[in-house]
C-alpha cells in the first residue's frame, strides 16, 4: 500500500510539473512554506488562488510545535490570516518570472498560556515573486499587523518557497 501511494503521489507530481500554470493567471494555485521557521519548531504555510490576472486570494497559517527557540510570551501558538491581493505585475510586461503585489488581510492569534494573544487582527503586506524554474518559486514579503486587542504595529518579513500547481 505504501509503495502505491508514493507511486501515485509522484505521477501526481510529475503531471503537475509538465501542465504547471504561470504567476498570474487565473486558475493557479500556489503553495509555499518558510523552511527557516521549521528551525525554531513553527510551520509557516501559504495557500493562494488567482482568481483574476491581477487579484488573489491567500490564506496563510503558522502553528508552533516546539517553544525550544521561541518564547511563549513574545510568539502565539497559532495565526491564521486570510486575504486579497492585488498583483502589479502581468506577463505581457513583465515576463513570467517576476511578480510584485500589495494586500491586505484579517485573521485571527492564539496562545494557550497568554491571553493577551488571543486577538483578531488585520494588516497589509508588501511581497515579490521570482519563479526559478517552471513550478517553483520564492517569495519575500513586509508584512504589518495590528491587533484589536493592543494598540501597536507588529512589523514583520518572511521569505517563502513555493510551488505553482
Not at 77 to 98: L, T
Not at 117 to 131: D, H, Q, V
Not at 148 to 163: A, M, Q, S, T, V
Request: aromatic share 18%.
Amino acid at each position: 500500500m505504501k509503495k502505491t501511494l508514493i507511486l501515485l503521489v509522484f505521477v501526481a507530481l510529475s503531471i503537475t510539473k509538465a501542465f504547471s500554470q504561470q504567476f498570474n493567471q487565473s486558475g493557479s494555485f500556489l503553495i509555499s512554506v518558510n523552511p527557516l521557521k521549521l528551525f525554531y519548531g513553527i510551520i509557516n504555510a501559504e495557500f493562494e488562488y488567482q482568481v483574476t490576472s491581477s487579484v488573489s486570494i491567500q490564506l496563510s497559517s503558522e502553528y508552533v510545535l516546539f517553544h525550544y527557540i521561541v518564547k511563549k510570551e513574545k510568539h502565539p501558538d497559532f495565526v491564521i490570516r486570510i486575504g486579497p491581493r492585488y498583483h502589479f505585475f502581468n506577463n505581457k510586461d513583465f515576463g513570467d518570472r517576476n511578480d510584485l503585489y500589495f494586500g491586505a488581510f484579517s485573521g485571527y492569534t492564539w496562545s494557550k498560556d497568554n491571553n493577551q494573544m488571543r486577538s483578531f487582527n488585520f494588516g497589509t503586506e508588501a511581497g515579490y515573486k521570482y519563479k526559478f524554474e517552471k513550478p517553483v518559486y520564492i517569495n519575500s514579503k513586509i508584512i504589518l499587523t495590528s491587533p484589536f486587542c493592543r494598540p501597536k504595529i507588529i512589523p514583520g518579513f518572511e521569505c517563502l518557497f513555493g510551488y505553482i500547481l
